[in-house]
């Protein structure tokens, strides 16, 4: 079963808010996160690992 690995939630937070919420596999997100630092330098920015999906292939219908 192949499966959709190393994605990653990167948030932006202004407070206890996030304006921005972003969902990447392992490179893109990393690029996002360094585009985020830059736009907003005195923000924080959080990059969380998300479980794996399974390959859709392998789902069954839902009726």
Do not use: Q
């Amino acid at each position: 079963m192949t499966t959709i690995t190393d994605r990653r939630r990167v948030r932006v937070w202004f407070g206890r808010s996030t304006i921005a919420d972003h969902v990447a596999c392992g490179d893109l997100a990393s690029e996002y996160v360094i585009a985020m630092r830059r736009r907003f330098p005195s923000l924080r920015i959080t990059s969380d690992p998300l479980p794996d999906l399974p390959d859709p292939s392998t789902l069954l219908p839902l009726s």
